[in-house]
């Protein structure tokens, strides 16, 4: 077997540094930083359809007080 010169080893290891990277950010069947990610980012939209339904039923509520306190008024 013939020796690798730098380049070829320069490859090698910079290869080698690239699946390490991949494994970590894809994970290793556990998860890795996208599934996080990804678990984040569900979390957040969550939280936010909830903060849009709750403004929702607060415009609908401050709607009511106004046809009702317009109602009073004109009695």
Do not use: Y
Request: aromatic share 6%.
């Amino acid at each position: 077997m013939r020796m690798m010169n730098e380049f070829e080893a320069q490859v090698i290891s910079d290869l080698s540094v690239l699946k390490s990277q991949m494994a970590g950010l894809m994970g290793d069947g556990n998860g890795g930083r996208l599934a996080d990610l990804e678990r984040r980012m569900e979390r957040h939209e969550q939280n936010w359809q909830r903060a849009k339904g709750f403004l929702a039923a607060v415009s609908v509520l401050f709607a009511v007080v106004e046809v009702a306190v317009e109602a009073w008024h004109r009695h």
